[in-house]
């Protein structure tokens, strides 16, 4: 089986998780710039359960705003269309895949945790850096590992293979996938943004996070997603550890070196605001 043959069974899975109606019409409208706060808000409410999560997400310290938001037309103008639509497709994805039942050393509140991780992170770069706007790279680090767990539900005999070299040869899991799988977690993820109609440039991000390429449709966005998860790798387990420059991107390294030679001084502050983070996006796992 080669990865061709993989994509092509993935298109053909019936329960595949599909984005909601809401995600699907949100990334379609506020991707045209005539959308008006009054249409994107009677779309929003239509999703009566999106409702009180979104009011949820933005009431809460991860956004500090000192005064209420009480409806979603306020929190439009507060927020802003791009931050409505990545919060939208951040919840509505991680309650797709929410209740997925993981394995030994495989645990899925784990996983999200790193993914999480790397979006607050990814959103520190950019802020830091201005490569990038900070609500596309939050949601680009969100959901940069995606395909782990597709990998992992519907490809199980692969996601293991993969899984147990990465243990026995002491090696991480995407060189273990290139070894001993026909197609990994970046190649399938990649697809499946593709599916759900996401920016090219999100498309690319997942695709080449590992491996980077420069010509792609947003490199900036490529390379702050690589960097944090590179330093949320190095950092999260233990602040003090050395970040394996050697596993960086070049151009990455020097666009980024201020922060990643200041970065054991910056990650505790920026994994309070990560911590927080989980506990509000996946207090639904």
Known sequence: MDMKTILNELDQIEDIPTLPVIAMEANKMLMDYNTSTKKLKQIIEKDQAMVPRMLKLVNSSFFGFQSRISNIEHAIVILGFNMIRNMIVSVSIIEAFSGKK????FDMTRFWTHSVAVAVTSKYLSLKTRLHVHE??????????????????????FFIKAWRSSKENDISFYDAEKREIPADHAQIGAHLAWKWQFPAGLVDTIRWHHDVKEDVFDYNLLIIVHVADKIVNS????????????GIYP???????????????????????????????????
């Not at 949601?139 to 519907?154: E, M, N, P, S």
Request: with cysteine; net charge negative; charged share 25%.
């Open 102 to 105: 993981g394995l030994k050393d």
């Open 136 to 157: 596309d790279s939050f949601t680009a680090g969100l959901l940069h590992d995606i395909g782990k767990i597709v990998l992992f539900q519907y490809f199980h005999d």
């Open 235 to 246: 950092l999260m387990s233990d602040s003090k550890k050395e970040i394996d420059l050697s």
């Open 251 to 285: 151009d990455a390294r020097k666009k980024m070196s201020s922060q990643l030679e200041t970065a054991k001084d910056w990650f505790p502050q920026v994994n309070i605001e990560i911590q927080s983070a989980c506990e509000l996006f996946l207090n639904q796992l």
